[in-house]
Protein backbone atom coordinates (compact mmCIF):
# COMPACT_ATOMS: atom_id res chain seq x y z
CA UNK A 1 0.00 0.00 0.00
CA UNK A 2 2.51 2.27 0.88
CA UNK A 3 4.57 1.65 -2.42
CA UNK A 4 1.80 2.65 -4.23
CA UNK A 5 1.45 5.73 -2.32
CA UNK A 6 4.91 6.85 -2.94
CA UNK A 7 4.55 5.72 -6.55
CA UNK A 8 1.68 8.07 -6.63
CA UNK A 9 2.79 10.92 -5.22
CA UNK A 10 5.92 10.32 -7.56
CA UNK A 11 3.69 10.55 -10.65
CA UNK A 12 2.35 14.09 -9.09
CA UNK A 13 5.40 15.93 -8.67
CA UNK A 14 6.58 14.87 -12.09
CA UNK A 15 3.38 16.06 -13.51
CA UNK A 16 3.80 19.39 -11.93
CA UNK A 17 7.69 19.94 -12.87
CA UNK A 18 6.85 19.16 -16.09
CA UNK A 19 3.40 21.78 -16.29
CA UNK A 20 6.05 24.51 -14.82
CA UNK A 21 8.58 23.54 -17.34
CA UNK A 22 5.83 23.70 -20.44
CA UNK A 23 4.04 26.69 -19.09
CA UNK A 24 7.03 28.69 -17.90
CA UNK A 25 7.01 30.97 -20.94
CA UNK A 26 3.17 30.96 -21.80
CA UNK A 27 1.77 34.10 -22.10
CA UNK A 28 -1.16 33.77 -19.56
CA UNK A 29 -1.79 37.69 -20.32
CA UNK A 30 -2.58 37.22 -23.46
CA UNK A 31 -4.50 34.24 -23.09
CA UNK A 32 -7.09 35.94 -20.52
CA UNK A 33 -7.52 38.47 -23.37
CA UNK A 34 -8.22 36.15 -25.63
CA UNK A 35 -10.71 34.08 -23.40
CA UNK A 36 -12.27 38.15 -22.99
CA UNK A 37 -12.72 39.08 -26.68
CA UNK A 38 -15.99 39.47 -28.15
CA UNK A 39 -14.27 37.13 -31.09
CA UNK A 40 -16.66 37.99 -34.72
CA UNK A 41 -18.11 34.74 -36.70
CA UNK A 42 -15.57 33.48 -39.19
CA UNK A 43 -17.84 33.99 -41.47
CA UNK A 44 -17.43 37.87 -41.19
CA UNK A 45 -14.26 37.46 -42.17
CA UNK A 46 -13.54 35.64 -44.89
CA UNK A 47 -12.57 36.69 -48.57
CA UNK A 48 -16.13 36.06 -49.61
CA UNK A 49 -17.81 39.08 -48.35
CA UNK A 50 -18.36 42.65 -50.88
CA UNK A 51 -15.47 45.05 -50.82
CA UNK A 52 -13.84 46.31 -47.93
CA UNK A 53 -12.73 49.65 -47.11
CA UNK A 54 -9.52 49.74 -44.46
CA UNK A 55 -8.43 53.29 -43.22
CA UNK A 56 -5.22 54.23 -43.65
CA UNK A 57 -2.43 56.14 -41.96
CA UNK A 58 0.37 57.87 -43.54
CA UNK A 59 3.54 57.17 -42.01
CA UNK A 60 6.43 59.14 -43.90
CA UNK A 61 6.28 57.67 -47.05
CA UNK A 62 4.32 54.84 -46.25
CA UNK A 63 1.04 53.49 -45.87
CA UNK A 64 0.09 51.67 -42.77
CA UNK A 65 -2.98 49.50 -41.93
CA UNK A 66 -4.46 47.99 -38.72
CA UNK A 67 -3.86 44.42 -39.48
CA UNK A 68 -4.81 41.41 -36.77
CA UNK A 69 -3.58 38.20 -36.16
CA UNK A 70 -5.10 34.78 -35.45
CA UNK A 71 -7.98 36.87 -33.20
CA UNK A 72 -5.36 37.48 -30.84
CA UNK A 73 -3.14 40.53 -31.37
CA UNK A 74 -3.21 43.56 -33.65
CA UNK A 75 -0.15 45.21 -35.57
CA UNK A 76 0.87 48.09 -37.39
CA UNK A 77 2.23 46.91 -40.70
CA UNK A 78 3.15 48.81 -43.87
CA UNK A 79 1.50 48.12 -46.96
CA UNK A 80 3.30 46.54 -49.69
CA UNK A 81 1.86 45.43 -52.78
CA UNK A 82 5.40 45.01 -53.94
CA UNK A 83 6.58 42.66 -50.70
CA UNK A 84 6.23 38.56 -51.80
CA UNK A 85 5.25 37.87 -48.63
CA UNK A 86 3.97 39.40 -45.31
CA UNK A 87 6.67 39.90 -42.85
CA UNK A 88 6.25 40.24 -38.98
CA UNK A 89 8.60 41.19 -36.06
CA UNK A 90 9.67 37.81 -33.59
CA UNK A 91 7.55 39.97 -31.08
CA UNK A 92 4.49 40.21 -33.13
CA UNK A 93 4.83 36.31 -33.43
CA UNK A 94 5.46 35.61 -30.33
CA UNK A 95 2.19 37.50 -29.62
CA UNK A 96 0.13 35.78 -31.77
CA UNK A 97 1.28 32.80 -31.52
CA UNK A 98 2.25 32.18 -34.80
CA UNK A 99 5.21 29.82 -34.71
CA UNK A 100 7.90 27.81 -37.21
CA UNK A 101 5.77 26.14 -40.40
CA UNK A 102 5.95 22.67 -39.97
CA UNK A 103 8.13 21.15 -42.99
CA UNK A 104 8.67 24.49 -43.74
CA UNK A 105 12.45 25.95 -44.13
CA UNK A 106 14.08 28.61 -43.79
CA UNK A 107 14.37 31.49 -46.58
CA UNK A 108 16.57 33.60 -47.87
CA UNK A 109 15.29 36.95 -48.52
CA UNK A 110 17.16 39.76 -50.39
CA UNK A 111 16.10 42.93 -49.60
CA UNK A 112 17.79 46.62 -49.94
CA UNK A 113 19.79 46.05 -46.81
CA UNK A 114 21.21 42.73 -48.23
CA UNK A 115 20.26 39.07 -47.94
CA UNK A 116 19.00 37.55 -44.91
CA UNK A 117 18.24 34.10 -43.48
CA UNK A 118 14.34 34.70 -41.90
CA UNK A 119 11.98 31.58 -40.85
CA UNK A 120 8.73 30.81 -42.83
CA UNK A 121 5.63 30.47 -41.11
CA UNK A 122 1.80 30.16 -41.35
CA UNK A 123 -0.74 32.55 -39.49
CA UNK A 124 -3.71 30.40 -38.83
CA UNK A 125 -5.84 33.55 -39.83
CA UNK A 126 -5.19 37.53 -41.04
CA UNK A 127 -8.12 40.49 -40.98
CA UNK A 128 -7.36 43.47 -42.31
CA UNK A 129 -10.84 45.90 -41.78
CA UNK A 130 -13.28 42.72 -42.31
CA UNK A 131 -11.21 41.06 -45.27
CA UNK A 132 -9.95 38.39 -43.83
CA UNK A 133 -7.53 35.12 -44.84
CA UNK A 134 -7.15 31.75 -43.45
CA UNK A 135 -3.74 30.03 -43.37
CA UNK A 136 -1.81 32.60 -44.83
CA UNK A 137 2.01 32.17 -45.54
CA UNK A 138 4.05 35.00 -43.65
CA UNK A 139 7.69 35.37 -43.01
CA UNK A 140 9.39 35.66 -39.51
CA UNK A 141 12.33 38.38 -39.29
CA UNK A 142 12.62 41.50 -37.56
CA UNK A 143 13.10 44.42 -40.30
CA UNK A 144 15.63 47.07 -38.63
CA UNK A 145 15.10 50.61 -38.78
CA UNK A 146 11.04 50.72 -38.78
CA UNK A 147 9.37 53.30 -38.00
CA UNK A 148 8.40 52.83 -33.70
CA UNK A 149 5.05 51.30 -33.40
CA UNK A 150 5.56 49.18 -36.94
CA UNK A 151 5.84 45.35 -36.78
CA UNK A 152 6.47 44.76 -40.35
CA UNK A 153 5.09 44.72 -44.05
CA UNK A 154 1.52 43.31 -45.35
CA UNK A 155 2.54 41.13 -48.31
CA UNK A 156 1.21 40.05 -51.41
CA UNK A 157 0.67 36.26 -49.59
CA UNK A 158 -2.09 38.57 -48.45
CA UNK A 159 -2.92 40.56 -51.03
CA UNK A 160 -3.30 37.75 -53.56
CA UNK A 161 -6.65 36.79 -53.03
CA UNK A 162 -7.52 40.75 -53.39
CA UNK A 163 -8.08 43.45 -56.14
CA UNK A 164 -6.53 45.72 -53.93
CA UNK A 165 -7.15 50.32 -54.62
CA UNK A 166 -5.53 52.66 -52.49
CA UNK A 167 -7.14 55.89 -52.63
CA UNK A 168 -4.47 58.21 -51.26
CA UNK A 169 -7.35 61.50 -51.10
CA UNK A 170 -9.12 59.56 -48.89
CA UNK A 171 -6.01 57.39 -46.98
CA UNK A 172 -8.44 54.24 -47.77
CA UNK A 173 -7.31 50.99 -48.53
CA UNK A 174 -10.35 48.67 -50.74
CA UNK A 175 -10.02 45.25 -50.50
CA UNK A 176 -12.45 43.50 -52.97
CA UNK A 177 -12.42 39.40 -53.08
CA UNK A 178 -11.38 37.98 -56.60
CA UNK A 179 -13.69 35.99 -57.83
Do not use: Y
Request: glycine share 8%.
Amino acid sequence: MSRSIAIFALGIIAFGVCTQVLLKDFPIDKAVQFAKQDLRPSSEITADSEETVVPLERLGGVWVARVEFNDLHSAQLIVDTGATFTTISEDLAFDAGIGHAPGKSGIQLFTAGGNVQAEMALAKKIRVGNAGRKNVQVVIHTIPNLPEGIDGLLGLSFFDRFLVHLDQSAQQLHLTPKR
